[in-house]
């Protein structure tokens, strides 16, 4: 799945959740797809960052690792220093993974269709709406200031809570495919 791009990761991810559906064994396989994936390189990374925030990298952070400790389906994460001194985790979007989610989906949407038209009794599978949902999962994922904006909610609603904790979201250095 991972050699098939990130439309087939994230369907991993997915039902790496449902082992009631497709089994103990494979579930337990595809967890591998959570946070383990090929990072993408450095350079690119700069470019989004720079792009989304419209600054060069060095006037927004005073240090940045370059090696990301985590990189998933849509986006991976590197260590930073802020110029204030604090430390900090950025997560950026992968170069050009809307458009291959775009692309992806549109090949599942079809592939459902022609499923449901050729085998009637898997309607009941609701494939286009299987699409549809997983559509609208990945559009929610890939704007980075949604996950931010939640994160802030959580952290307002467990403000109170000693056993619940949300780092806070630095919204100058937060972007549509930029989260900090």
């Known amino acids: 799945?991972?050699?098939?791009?990130?439309?087939?990761?994230?369907?991993?991810?997915?039902?790496?959740?449902r082992p009631d559906v497709i089994g103990d064994d494979l579930a337990r396989a595809l967890t591998q797809l959570q946070d383990h994936?090929?990072?993408?390189?450095?350079?690119?990374a700069r470019d989004i960052?720079?792009?989304?925030?419209?600054r060069p990298l060095e006037a927004v952070y005073a240090w940045f690792e370059e090696t990301p400790v985590a990189a998933a389906s849509i986006a991976q994460v590197h260590k930073a220093q802020t110029p204030e001194g604090r430390m900090v985790a950025?997560?950026?979007v992968r170069p050009d993974v809307a458009q291959k989610f775009s692309r992806d989906l549109a090949l599942f949407e079809t592939l459902a269709v022609s499923l449901e038209r050729a085998r009637p009794q898997w309607q009941r599978l609701k494939?286009?709406?299987?699409?549809q949902t997983l559509r609208?999962?990945?559009n929610a994922e890939m704007d980075l200031r949604l996950e931010a904006a939640a994160a802030c909610e959580f952290a307002e609603n467990f403000r109170n809570d000693l056993e619940a904790t949300a780092p806070a979201v630095d919204w100058q250095r937060t972007a549509s495919q930029v989260l900090t």
């Not at 994936?37 to 690119?44: C, G, I």
């Not at 960052?49 to 419209?54: A, D, K, S, V």
């Open 1 to 17: 799945m991972q050699e098939m791009g990130p439309t087939m990761i994230k369907l991993g991810q997915v039902l790496s959740t």
């Open 37 to 44: 994936l090929d990072p993408f390189p450095f350079p690119a």
């Open 49 to 54: 960052i720079e792009r989304e925030l419209g």
């Open 90 to 92: 950025v997560k950026v």
């Open 127 to 131: 494939l286009r709406e299987v699409v």
């Open 136 to 138: 609208e999962t990945i």
